[in-house]
C-alpha cells in the first residue's frame, strides 16, 4: 500500500505565500509524475502543478510565474511554493502521484488527504 501525506497550508493574506509538502510511502518500488491539485467549494478538482520524474513540470495558466513545483526523487516528496497568493488560490489542495508499487508490479495513483489554503482578500 501506498500513502500520500501533505503539510503546510493554511490561512494567508492576498500576496503572501505558503509552501506545501508531500510525502509518498509505503510499497514503492517507483515513482513517476507527482503533482498538485485544487479543489474550490462547489468546484471540480484541477491541475495546479505535475513535475516528472526527469524534472518537466506542467503548471496550470492561472499559477504560472507564481508557484514552483519541486521535487526529491530520492525521499519521493513533492513541494509547492505559492508565492503571490490570491482569494481565488482558496481551496483544498491535494497531493497526487503515479506509483509502480513492489506489491504485484502493478501501478497505483493515491491521493493525499488534502490540506486547506484560505486565502483573504
Known amino acids: 500500500q501506498v500513502q500520500l501525506v501533505e503539510s503546510g497550508g493554511g490561512l494567508v493574506q492576498a500576496g503572501g505565500s505558503l509552501r506545501l509538502s508531500c510525502a509518498a510511502s509505503?510499497?514503492?518500488?517507483?515513482?513517476?509524475?507527482m503533482g498538485w491539485y485544487r479543489q474550490a467549494p462547489g468546484m471540480q478538482r484541477e491541475v495546479v502543478a505535475v513535475i516528472t520524474s526527469g524534472g518537466r513540470i506542467t503548471y496550470a495558466d492561472s499559477v504560472k510565474g507564481r508557484f514552483t513545483i519541486s521535487r526529491d526523487n530520492a525521499k519521493n516528496t513533492v513541494a509547492l511554493q505559492m508565492n503571490s497568493l490570491k482569494p481565488e488560490d482558496t481551496g483544498v489542495y491535494y497531493c497526487n502521484a503515479d506509483v509502480i508499487s513492489y506489491v504485484g508490479n502493478r501501478k497505483v495513483s493515491p491521493w493525499g488527504q488534502g490540506t486547506q489554503v484560505t486565502v483573504s482578500s
Open positions: 509505503g510499497s514503492i518500488l517507483s515513482v513517476s509524475a
